[in-house]
């Protein structure tokens, strides 16, 4: 198991197996595994990357991704939004202008986007979203409906029941899969859980009907933010000329017909939703490595940036949705007589107060000279660069005296904690792999043993006394193990444990037999089926009390 602690600086560490870990250390693990997989498969070494993250990921984020990705042992090039990648999947055998709404429903999130595209460019005008809404949540609809189901039938609750829960809840996936190609499932498990009676087995049937009246309330959380991203777009639903589908769950029918019915525009499906992201990220990638050619990336602040001045009040200087890269400044003054300092604290949010936004960073300009209040003039200046991430400066104008800050503090992660971080993923390589695979040998030895104990009660008294006793003494004998360090031991003792539960299968399979063939609607599992489916702002001067 883990722990999450807290951590300096208002960050948080994941604890494993005595050892502490930061979220971008965790997210590193991710994408050297992804790295390995791209050299194995390309048969070269892979240094440099795009990473794609959503829309509503704020500075801090984007910038513990790119730590993420140099503790990794990759440069990153380039960050960019997932529905800005679509676009850019799409976009490029499209040759006249139009407006593009991109909707991506994935596993946790939901984000939706607003872009135009012309002579070549790709600019985005609005992004909109709700990050806990995706596809997990259209599965648990399905797990309480069968939950809800089954107590009716057979009195237990298996909300109570982790081993039966897991296998529900990839019931429901499998479910929700199958319900985007026909108009009902079948969803059957056998041996979920058991009594005092002995086994007892799952045996439903879910139409699309019943499926989209369990979710009609999540679909219809979509259509918000859709709204939302077209008005401040200065959008009318006639307006957008295409609809880009990103992520699975975008394949169930209802969502389909609730974008169509929200844009008027039948949703564009020439690329498999799942991959749409990444052909977009490669295109990124092939766009800074010279390979592609005419065309130009243009991305947006997911959210307004500004400091916080007299009387707590929130003064944007970078409005939500801006263009980036870009640079603001604004000249602020003093609030009282010879104040020799000012404290720059930087806020990220739409909230007029700026204590009810985000703080991201704050610094302190010090050494002004005592002058009486208004006088001195401090420019404060944002600028943003590429890939999201923000510097923060103030300047007095009178002395020429210049503090700066990029905004990095919620990251939790200096330097060189990066550098060490690089050099203990490259030094524990090794360790890390031997680590992973006797985890996997222990989980699947402890599996095989909890299911044969689990069996051999569902069947008890049905079984050869002789073959009892067997497997019996395989289970001790395999416990034994795993309560050593020995893992040739433990694989030795697990392939043992599967021969002498050879006889207990044919048992468990001659019943299922009996059963099924007793049951009056006969149904059966049916196979899974998936459809595949640099611009910069002009200063803006004003004054303003700091």
Known sequence: GYQVKSAPGGDIRIAVDDKEYSPPEISAMTLQKLKRDAEEYLGEEVTEAVITVPAYFEDAQRQATKDAGRIAGLNVKRIINEPTAASLAYGMDKEEDQTILV?????????????????????????????????????????????????????????????????????????????????????????????????????????????????????????????????????????????????????????????????????????????????????????????????????????SLGIETKGGV????????????????????????????????????????????????????????????????????FDIDANGIVNVGAKDLGTGKEQRITITASSGLSDSEIQQMMQDAESHAEDDQRRREEADVRNNADNLVYSIERSLKDVDGKVDPNTKLEIEQAIKETKEALAGGDLEEIKSKQEALMTASHKLSEVLYSQAQQQQEASSDGATDTDDLVEDAEVVDEDEDGEERK
């Open 103 to 303: 909707f991506d429903l994935g596993g946790g999130t939901f984000d939706v986007s607003i872009l135009e595209l012309g002579e070549g460019v790709f600019e985005v005008k609005a992004t909109s979203g709700n990050n806990h809404l995706g596809g997990d949540d259209f599965d648990a609809k399905v797990v309480e409906w069968m939950v809800a189901e089954f107590k009716k039938v057979e009195g237990i609750d298996l909300s109570k029941d982790k081993m039966a829960t897991q296998r529900l809840i990839e019931a429901a996936e499998k479910a929700k899969r199958e319900l985007s190609s026909t108009t009902s499932t079948a969803i059957n498990l056998p041996f979920v859980t058991a009594d005092q009676n002995g086994p007892k087995h799952m045996d439903l049937t879910l139409s699309r009907a019943q499926f989209n009246n369990l979710t009609a309330d999540l679909v219809e959380a979509t259509a918000g933010p859709v709204r939302q991203a077209m008005e401040d777009a200065g959008l009318q639903p006639g307006q957008v000329d295409q609809v880009i589908l990103v992520g699975g769950s975008t394949r169930i029918p209802a969502v389909q017909e609730q974008v169509k019915e929200i844009t008027g525009k039948e949703p564009h499906k020439g690329i498999n939703p799942d991959e749409v992201v990444a052909v977009g990220a490669a295109i990124q990638a092939g766009v800074l490595a010279g390979e592609v050619k005419d065309v130009l990336l243009l991305d947006v602040t997911p959210l």
């Open 314 to 381: 929130f003064t944007k200087l970078i409005e939500r949705n801006t263009t980036i890269p870009t640079r603001k400044s604004e000249v602020f003054t003093t609030a009282d007589d010879n104040q020799g300092s000012v404290e720059i604290k930087v806020y990220q949010g739409e909230r007029e107060i700026a204590a009810y936004n985000k703080i991201i960073g704050n610094f302190q300009l010090v050494g002004i000279p005592p002058a009486p209040r208004g006088v001195p003039q401090i420019e404060v200046a």
